[in-house]
């Protein structure tokens, strides 16, 4: 029996695919073993666990959910709903919940799932179990712009993001999953260096998305030199990573505004953005309270996942 030989349509297809297969594998071995996912069982906590599964069903990574039993005695409605759902103290409620809920994951994603409980304030229980781990990632939820900005769990996340060595992916409690094929890195300082960007350029090659390397230039303080020093180092920063990472699409861009905020949002839903890529620096208390972190800022109001990489 002839074989039909294929059209070119079809060999673009399985091209694309096997290349796409060679760069699932190559972050499999590399960047992503084990994703740590905060959880408190709230409605914030289940959609950040909802995009760590997706992910790591991608990289072949394993999650580990932490639980922190301070809160556990707080008066919230999910810790009583656990105790009446399980009729068993609260503890044994919890880690019943927790076995349910890798359980559930690992049967559905096919990945490895697992659970730990620590005891402590909030912030330094994931600090110490992304160390103890050895954790790649933090995904964790926030609001987003839901009319509580700053609450609990945004704020807590906001804290975690300027403790941790490790890139924290920020999902607001109204994003929905949808494989990232338009990232966008907000460079605010080009002393932060292409290397730092890796993070995001492998989740762009895990995904075969465009990574759009972006400058904001405030309209309202900048000088002509402002322009062309943010025109020169943003096509020069673009051309630095596409030759560290020549398989994957890199595009620049220039943003032009009085607020960076207000820019950004702007930018992102005319384009179509899917995941917003931010540095956080460490501050001293001084400079904590007076130049307050934009990534941080960027976390309490974004409708977008926010991946926030630190710059050591």
Not at 4 to 28: A, D, G, Q, T
Not at 99 to 114: A, L, N, Y
Not at 125 to 152: H, P, R, Y
Not at 223 to 239: K, P
């Amino acid at each position: 029996m002839a074989i039909e030989p294929l059209s070119f349509p079809e060999l673009i297809l399985i091209i694309r695919f096997n290349v796409f297969i060679e760069f699932i594998c190559i972050i499999k071995n590399d960047i992503m073993k084990t994703i740590l996912v905060p959880t408190d069982f709230s409605p914030n906590a289940n959609k950040a666990l909802n995009f760590a599964a997706e992910i790591a069903s991608c990289a072949n990574a394993a999650i580990i959910l932490v639980n922190v039993s301070t809160l556990v005695d707080t008066p919230f409605r999910e810790k009583t709903f656990l105790e009446k759902k399980h009729d068993l103290p609260m503890d044994e409620a919890v880690k019943k919940e927790l076995d349910m809920v890798c359980k559930e994951v690992s049967d559905t994603m096919h990945i490895k799932v697992s659970a730990q409980v620590y005891a402590g304030t909030v912030v330094s229980s994931v600090v110490s179990a992304a160390e103890d781990n050895e954790a790649d990632m933090i995904i964790m939820g926030t609001l987003g712009d839901t009319g509580f900005k700053e609450k609990l769990l945004g704020s807590v996340t906001a804290a975690v993001m300027g403790k941790v060595n490790i890139p924290v992916l920020v999902v607001p409690l109204l994003s929905e999953w949808n494989v990232p094929k338009n990232i966008l890195l907000a460079i605010n300082h080009f002393d932060e260096k292409p290397q730092y960007a890796r993070a995001a350029v492998e989740l762009a090659r895990m995904f075969y998305s465009k990574l759009t390397v972006a400058v904001f230039t405030d309209e309202d303080s900048a000088v002509a030199s402002d322009y062309m020093e943010n025109t020169r180092g943003v096509l020069y920063y673009e051309q630095e990573l596409e030759s560290m990472h020549k398989d994957t699409r890199i595009e620049p861009a220039r943003l032009y505004g009085h607020k960076f905020e207000d820019t950004i949002d702007e930018y992102i839903k005319i384009n179509e953005v899917d995941m917003l890529v931010m540095f956080t620096h460490k501050r001293g208390l001084v400079g904590s309270i007076f130049n307050r972190s934009m990534t941080k800022k960027m976390s309490y109001h974004t409708n977008i996942p926010l991946l926030a990489i630190p710059v050591q």
